[in-house]
Structure formats: structure tokens, C-alpha cells
């Protein structure tokens, strides 16, 4: 079992950049792929990145592509989301979720409490 904690999240102006961090409790860490994704009120969940096991690979959803950057340090149990160029459609709760597969199962992933990005234009 995996707990999983997120920071970093914020208020910033468009074009601006924040680092979200997502800490991982457990040995087990670098057994898992790890995602992001994001929240609206009303809207479903949305994928924003994911990063395999060893952090060899790497996916993206299309409207954050050249923007975000996902990446993992398995010594430090934490994955991070790097986001430039923020626009005010990336406002949403942000979620850290760790999964057997790159394919986030989101019905089976473990999940963290979300953290807020509030981007002003």
C-alpha cells in the first residue's frame, strides 16, 4: 500500500510556473508508475502526466505537452510536476496517483489529497 501526499500547489499568474511535489510513504515506491492529474468542479478527472517505474518513460496529456515536465527520484519516494507557461485553464485540484501501469487504472490507483493551482489571467 502506498500513501501519497502533495504540495506546491498555489496562486500565480499566467505564464508563470509552480512545482507540485508529491511524496510517497512506503519501500515499495519504485515498484510503481506514478501520474498527475486534475480536477474541475463539475468535470470528470482528467490525465495530466504519467512516468514509468524507473522514470525511463514518459506521457502527456495534449494540452500540457511542452508545458509540464513529470519526473521521479525513487530515493527520495517523490514524483514532481513542473509547470510552465501556465494558463488560466490549468486552475484545478491536482492529484498524485501511483499504479502498476503507465495506463493509470484510476479505479485501482492509490491516490493523494489533492492540492489546489489557481492560475490568474
Known amino acids: 500500500q502506498v500513501q501519497l501526499v502533495e504540495s506546491g500547489g498555489g496562486k500565480v499568474q499566467a505564464g508563470g510556473s509552480l512545482r507540485l511535489s508529491c511524496a510517497a510513504s512506503?519501500?515499495?515506491?519504485?515498484?510503481?508508475?506514478m501520474g498527475w492529474f486534475r480536477q474541475v468542479p463539475g468535470k470528470d478527472r482528467e490525465f495530466v502526466a504519467a512516468i514509468s517505474w524507473s522514470g525511463g518513460y514518459t506521457n502527456y496529456a495534449d494540452s500540457v505537452k511542452g508545458r509540464f515536465t513529470i519526473s521521479r527520484v525513487n530515493a527520495r519516494n517523490t514524483v514532481y510536476l513542473q509547470m510552465n507557461s501556465l494558463k488560466p485553464e490549468d486552475t484545478a485540484v491536482y492529484y498524485c496517483a501511483a499504479d502498476f501501469s503507465m495506463a493509470m487504472d484510476t479505479a485501482r490507483a492509490y491516490w493523494g489529497q489533492g492540492t489546489q493551482v489557481t492560475v490568474s489571467s
Open positions: 512506503g519501500r515499495t515506491f519504485s515498484s510503481y508508475a
